[in-house]
């Protein structure tokens, strides 16, 4: 088992997510959301706010940025292919977590690269 450590901003973004996912379950308010929308499974969990940053393309031009397939993306972030596809194609919205997860490859894509064995 790999172990992944994060910086300490990157691991208070985290947690703050998981904070507001929990949050978002138990019906409370959370800070700087307009709007939410729980999708049947919790598959779903648009955040207006949140989701202004995280478009389509975004998605789709980090992915590329990495040199990765849609299915190298998925397996990275731990979701289908299919959802992938999904979400570059404006079908679909990462939920909370993986907004953040995505949020923190942006910010180092070097990291998920050499975490993926990838050369830059």
Do not use: C, Y
């Not at 990157?10 to 138990?26: A, E, T, Y």
């Amino acid at each position: 088992m790999e172990v992944i450590i994060l910086k300490d901003e990157d691991f208070n973004l985290l947690k703050q997510g998981f904070k507001d996912i929990s949050d978002i379950v138990h019906g409370k308010d959370v800070q700087g959301t307009e709007e939410v929308m729980i999708k049947p499974r919790g598959k779903s969990i648009p955040i207006d706010s949140i989701d202004k940053g995280m478009t389509a393309a975004n998605i789709t031009n980090l992915r590329l940025s990495l040199n990765m397939s849609q299915e190298m993306f998925a397996e990275v972030i731990g979701v289908s292919t299919s959802t992938v596809r999904a979400w570059e194609q404006g079908k679909r919205h990462p939920n909370t977590s993986i907004f953040r997860l995505i949020t923190l490859i942006q910010n180092d894509p070097k990291r998920i690269k050499e975490l993926v064995n990838l050369k830059s």
